[in-house]
């Protein structure tokens, strides 16, 4: 079945630094997709998304760039403050249902 | 505006009983999703609903679990005879549409669900 995997469980930044998610997938059919925040007790938030037909969108402090020939994605956050921690997803929209494939996750702590 | 809704935020129940978790999804949302939570985890997928129709219920555990959506709206997933392994963090979300011109789901709380 379709997967989604982190290359880091766990990344842990000075505030004020750059952070660098990264996020690889399985389904090369996959053209929508989407990062979530999760922080402790509440529902994953949507931060950005992003479609097949671009391979970089930015929001406030954030920048998603993907790269389809090699199934990666990236989430950068710019001057990463503390009420940035929190566990991110990448998820993968999946064929016409729209459902999400969720991995792991990766747990940004936020030094300050 | 209003987001997701959901009900109880938590239930605790005796393993063996049966469990109703409500969603409320944002008004005008046609698409609606439930997932399961466990500790530590990733969301799973469990079932999806395009009006009061449930296209893809590929993600339900077991003939326990079961939902259904009434006016295009307010969901209900049912556990039957639940089981410890049932505990997890249930969450629903919503989507304005699911198809060619996916869009962006947003998710409520959760109901966190403790099986004794």
């Known amino acids: 079945g379709e997967s989604v995997g982190l290359h880091l469980p766990t990344l842990s930044v000075q505030e004020g630094d750059n952070s660098i998610i990264n996020c690889a997938y399985s389904?090369?059919?996959?053209?929508?997709f989407i990062w979530y925040k999760q922080e402790s007790g509440k529902g994953p938030q949507f931060i950005i998304d992003?479609?097949?037909?671009?391979d970089k969108r930015q929001g406030q402090r954030v920048t998603v760039l993907l790269n389809k020939t090699v199934k990666h994605l990236s989430l950068q956050i710019a001057a990463t403050q503390p009420g940035d921690s929190a566990v991110y997803f990448c998820?993968?929209?999946?064929?016409?249902?729209?459902?999400?494939?969720f991995g792991q996750g990766t747990t940004l702590q936020v030094k300050p | 505006g209003a987001g997701v809704s959901q009900s109880p935020s938590n239930k605790v129940t005796e393993k063996g009983k049966d469990v109703e978790l409500r969603c409320d999804p944002i008004s005008g949302h046609t698409a609606l999703y439930w997932y399961r939570q466990s500790l530590g985890q990733g969301l799973e997928f469990l079932i999806y609903f395009q009006g009061n129709s449930a296209p893809d219920k590929s993600g339900l555990p077991s003939d326990r679990f079961s939902a259904e959506r009434t006016g295009g709206s307010v969901s209900t997933l049912t556990i039957q005879r639940t089981q410890q392994e049932d505990s997890a963090v249930y969450l629903c979300?919503?989507?304005?549409?699911?198809?060619?011109?996916?869009?962006?789901?947003?998710f409520g709380d959760g109901t966190r669900l403790s099986i004794l």
């Open positions: 998820a993968p929209v999946s064929g016409n249902t729209g459902k999400l494939i």
């Open positions: 992003i479609r097949s037909n671009m």
């Open positions: 389904n090369s059919a996959s053209d929508y």
């Open positions: 979300a919503s989507s304005s549409e699911a198809g060619p011109n996916n869009q962006p789901q947003h």
